[in-house]
């Protein structure tokens, strides 16, 4: 589908729009403090208004994955050529750009979350203009990442959102800033270099024959990585079920085990989620912790199936204690936002269990999940935000009777409460239940025991909503004003999003389907 | 034979221009007012002359001067780097506060960076080992007597009187092992040393002793580990500006030398095929040795350099990592190995330049080459901060700067040569080295300055500078074609 916008596709529009807001934040004079918030508004509000027009008119039957015909919105441009070099035959890097219907619903939570981020920022007085920038410049790594179809440009993105998080978290963060911001940094960093060494002994695997000249062309294409016809004799990865090949997979499984984060890469998540200023939070469980496990479905899963089908039962087991796991350490937190972060290692284990079981139910949970937990986690950082911001205090036992002080937010608040408790109605049970269920088919018993995890996290919410919200009026709270025009304006869309999708998840689902049925069907014939 | 000397020197102008730019620097210091800076803008000019005349020569491929000299886009792709290196070490030089105090002085100095030019310039492109000898000790001495050039500066005295005895031993040894490699093949030009040992030879011990002594002085002047103990002091003790030519210019000639040496006469020249890929001389597995010190390099310099403060100390530490990872492109055997090394040194240069150059303003004006003293600076000098952290963030090798593309490109030499352990190393000390480059970026933003903390202004001069620094390092990590084509047309050597 041909979409254009003064000569360049939609996608890269959507990628670097933040880019040339950054650009004029960066020349406005530094008074201009209204005229950064704004431009950065606009800029993201743009990016709302393109995901919407994507949504609208993205064809749902077409599969992508491996098919690079059925990808739509597609820009390929080459970009690095390195014509006939002896020993290696044609060097090939593009700017390949495409959307399916695994990444259509990632882009659109990465605008929403993107844009609600920005209204939140509004009260963020130090640093105006650096801010802005950073931010913008990690939304367009997150944006570049979902719309990546060459390992090197996913790469680029992916490490490019690296130093801006370091920024952000180290500058506007809490007292303990420093420490969270380079554990952050360097976690990911590890995974980086492991995803490095894997993309070049892929690279070095996998030649295509060039249709029209019939050279034999290296390439950091991801489609072809994913035909096992592409790999070359004797490559490092080419084969099946090989050591190589595991290891590779392992490499990266890791990497994005600790975006996801997945027990036991998890322990720098609840550093950086509590010294995080509240918007940083917000994009950090909102979009960021998605990039793990979309890298798993886009790289993992279809370049690796031998693999997959090797270590599936590794991945589920390590989806149910990440869920058991994370519950209980949520439980023991008397930090409301180290309680959130808890939380969201425990819901994406939800994610991993569900993309592991191999089927169609259990995927489309799975995804479903990531999008809906992206929601609901953005809903709750932005409650405790509120909290946080008018009595300076995250304990748990320094509020009581919030409802009685501040009944609109209570409510707002307690719906994204129920959401993340998994309440029918709400679009977390959908999505916990699809994953269940699709695991269950596939892993009986570790689905049994994961499922405890949801007794856990009901417990752990019903007495966070008792002891911050219900009971007499605590001294904190005497004074605490409700909820403010703008904090509306942040809320209402996630809100929205929540009860429709938790009554009617069809379009959410509907976009992903034929995709997901396709991987699934893709990974369990071994790349065929 | 007249003839034959004509035509050697029609490859030969940018060195004779070297050598009247160097007369030329005398007669001025003679003549000029010493406040003057007109010894640099001479060896500007002189060094701009000299690199259009290399790059007019391109694409000619001979042996000059009855095989002495090599007369190849290898040599002239070295030639170019250092020229570039000098003539932002000349600019550097111009600006740098330390040398205040010598100001009468300071033809000399520009005398000495052209004598080590000149030097450098030998060492690319020689063939023949007396030449080869010569060229390493013309460079070598006049970096001893750079490096102690604020000599009123008990450091950089000292940091002189070290190099020279750390030089002279270690050249001596390389001395010896080079008349052992003469005295088993009996030549002294590397073509004919090459064809000796493809036939084969008998001595393979005295061979093997030979490497190694000969590694002992090439070892020494690319600063990699065991041979790395004068970097550090040198390079703490020696005026800013020094310390940037030892740690690029004298680098990139080094790795020039050591890749022509070692793949010219260690090669089995029987077996080169169409492939690109070689096998080390019977008997010999230098590519181990190396690949053994490339690593100990990478681990050595990085963890040392995470307990430095002085950040000139730093920069040599991670200098050493950085010969760690260029040696690892000439282990592999193959010609995408040189290539990668050609890569990584031509956006080293940038970047390494840059990092220098930036603590070069800082200590000029703060007065401070320790990384504590760093603190807040971005508050008050927020350009050049960015600029440091766009070199460090480059020089661990972080997307999407220059040293990505360099990192890139010489793991993936390796991975495809199948030293899967050596790349493992790399990418454990590049994790590693995470952390001393961004201590100084944190420093610099994480604090807020203490006292008096007015921005300070630089000038539109040092602006200048810092951009043609900054930008080819970004532009690099984005749109590196041409550094590719560059690289591959500059592999081929003359007799390979």
């Given at each position: 589908m041909e979409f254009q916008i003064f000569g360049l596709g939609i996608l890269t529009w959507l990628v670097f729009i933040p880019i040339i807001g950054m650009a004029i934040i960066l020349l406005l004079?530094?008074?201009?403090r209204n005229a950064m918030r704004w431009t950065a508004v606009s800029v993201t509000g743009i990016q709302v208004i393109l995901a919407g027009i994507i949504f609208f008119i993205f064809d749902r039957d077409k599969l992508g994955i491996n098919d690079a015909?059925?990808?739509?919105?597609i820009e390929k441009f080459s970009w690095i050529t390195v014509e006939s070099?002896?020993?290696?035959g044609r060097i090939e890097i593009s700017y390949f750009l495409g959307l399916d219907g695994l990444s259509v619903l990632m882009v659109i939570l990465t605008s929403l979350i993107g844009f609600i981020g920005v209204i939140s920022s509004w009260n963020i007085d130090k640093m105006v203009k650096g801010y802005f920038s950073l931010y913008l410049l990690l939304v367009t790594g997150m944006m570049g990442v979902f719309v990546a179809l060459d390992f090197f440009l996913f790469f680029i993105f992916w490490e490019a959102m690296l130093l801006p998080m370091y920024f952000l978290i180290g500058l506007w963060g809490g007292p303990r800033r420093e420490y969270a911001a380079i554990k952050f940094f360097l976690y990911t960093f590890v995974g980086g270099i492991l995803m490095l060494l894997t993309m070049l002994a892929l690279y070095f695997s996998v030649a295509y024959t060039d249709p029209v000249t019939g050279q034999s062309v290296h390439t950091f294409n991801i489609l072809h990585m994913m035909?096992?016809?592409n790999y070359v004799e004797g490559g490092l990865l080419s084969g099946v079920d090989t050591t190589w090949r595991y290891v590779a997979w392992m490499a990266l499984f890791i990497n994005f085990a600790i975006k996801i984060p997945l027990f036991p890469f998890h322990t720098w998540l609840p550093d950086a989620h509590v010294e995080a200023p509240t918007p940083i939070s917000v994009i950090l469980a909102g979009v960021l912790l998605k990039l793990g496990t979309y890298g798993l479905l886009r790289i993992n899963f279809p370049i690796f199936p031998d693999a997959t089908m090797y270590f599936m039962y590794f991945m589920a087991a390590l989806g149910a204690i990440s869920i058991i796991y994370g519950a209980f350490c949520a439980m023991a937190q008397t930090d409301f936002k180290k309680l959130i972060a808890y939380s969201s290692v425990s819901h994406m284990g939800i994610v991993v269990l569900g993309i592991a079981a191999l089927n169609t139910q259990g995927m489309v949970g799975g995804v479903l999940q990531m999008f809906n937990h992206g929601i609901i986690t953005a809903v709750l950082f932005l409650a405790v935000g509120v909290l946080y911001d008018r009595a300076h205090t995250r304990g748990l036992n320094d509020f009581g009777g919030v409802a009685k002080q501040m009944p609109k937010y209570t409510g707002i608040a307690m719906i994204g409460m129920f959401a993340a408790l998994g309440l029918?109605?709400?679009?977390g049970f959908v999505s916990e239940l699809f994953s269940f269920l699709g695991a269950f088919e596939s892993y009986r018993w570790i689905t049994m025991i994961a499922v405890t995890g949801i007794i856990i996290t009901a417990a752990y919410i019903l007495w966070t909503i008792q002891r911050v919200f219900l009971g007499e009026k605590s001294e904190k709270v005497k004074n605490l004003a409700d909820l403010t025009p703008r904090e509306y304006l942040a809320f209402l869309p996630l809100i929205i999003l929540i009860i429709l999708l938790g009554i009617y998840p069809a379009p959410a689902i509907e976009l992903m389907n034929s995709s997901l049925s396709h991987l699934v069907e893709f990974v369990v014939n071994g790349g065929q | 034979m007249i003839e034959h000397t004509l035509h050697s020197i029609s490859f030969f102008i940018p060195e004779i221009i070297l050598v009247i730019t160097l007369c030329v620097l005398i007669v001025a210091d003679m003549a000029a007012n010493p406040k003057s800076q007109i010894g640099g803008w001479i060896l500007l000019v002189g060094l701009l002359l000299a690199g259009v005349f290399t790059v007019l020569q391109s694409g000619a491929t001979d042996s000059v001067f009855y095989d002495m000299i090599a007369a190849d886009p290898f040599s002239r792709f070295f030639k170019i780097l250092l020229i570039l290196a000098g003539l932002f070490v000349v600019l550097f030089s111009m600006q740098n506060n330390e040398f205040d105090d010598y100001k009468e002085r300071m033809g000399e100095y520009y005398m000495l960076i052209t004598g080590m030019m000149i030097g450098m310039f030998f060492m690319v492109s020689s063939t023949n080992l007396l030449l080869l000898y010569l060229a390493f000790e013309v460079t070598s001495i006049s970096s001893y007597v750079l490096a102690g050039f604020t000599k009123r500066e008990r450091k950089s005295a000292e940091a002189s009187m070290k190099y020279i005895i750390y030089g002279a031993v270690s050249s001596g040894v390389m001395l010896y092992g080079l008349s052992l490699l003469v005295g088993v093949t009996a030549s002294t030009d590397i073509y004919a040393i090459n064809e000796a040992l493809t036939e084969g030879i008998d001595q393979y011990l005295i061979l093997n002793i030979s490497i190694v002594m000969i590694m002992v002085g090439m070892g020494f002047k690319i600063a990699v580990v065991p041979f790395h103990f004068w970097a550090p002091d040198v390079y703490e003790g020696a005026p800013i500006t020094v310390t940037a030519i030892l740690a690029v210019g004298s680098k990139i000639a080094a790795f020039g030398l050591l890749i022509r040496f070692f793949t010219i006469v260690y090669v089995d020249s029987s077996g080169i095929s169409e492939t690109g890929i070689w096998s080390a001389v019977d008997g010999v597995h230098w590519d181990i040795l190396l690949g053994g010190m490339a690593a100990l390099a990478m681990i050595v310099g990085n963890l040392t350099a995470?307990?430095?403060?002085n950040i000139k100390r730093m920069l040599a530490y991670s200098s050493i990592a950085h010969a760690g990872y260029l040696l690892m492109g000439l282990v592999i055997l193959a010609e995408q190995g040189i290539s990668s090394i050609l890569i990584y040194l031509f956006i080293y240069l940038f970047m390494n330049l840059g990092a220098f150059y930036v603590a070069m303003l800082f200590s000029n004006r703060f007065k401070t080459e320790s990384i504590k003293g760093y603190k807040g600076l971005g508050f008050r000098a927020p350009l050049q901060s960015v600029g440091l952290t766009i070199f460090l963030v480059s020089l661990t090798g972080l997307p999407p700067t220059g040293g990505f593309i360099a990192k890139l490109y010489i793991f993936g030499a390796a991975v495809s040569g199948g030293w899967i352990w050596l790349v493992a190393v790399a990418g454990i000390t590049t994790i590693i080295s995470l952390f001393y480059y961004i201590r100084v970026v944190r420093n610099m933003f994480f604090f807020r300055p203490e006292g008096e903390a007015d921005k300070v202004e630089f000038g539109y001069g040092s602006t200048v500078v810092l951009m043609l620094l900054l930008i080819p390092t970004l532009i690099l990590g984005i749109y590196f074609e041409p550094v590719l084509e560059f690289a591959k047309l500059s592999i081929q050597m003359f007799g390979v």
């Open positions: 004079p530094d008074k201009n015909e059925s990808f739509q919105f070099v002896p020993w290696v035909n096992p016809s029918p109605g709400l679009n | 995470l307990r430095q403060d």
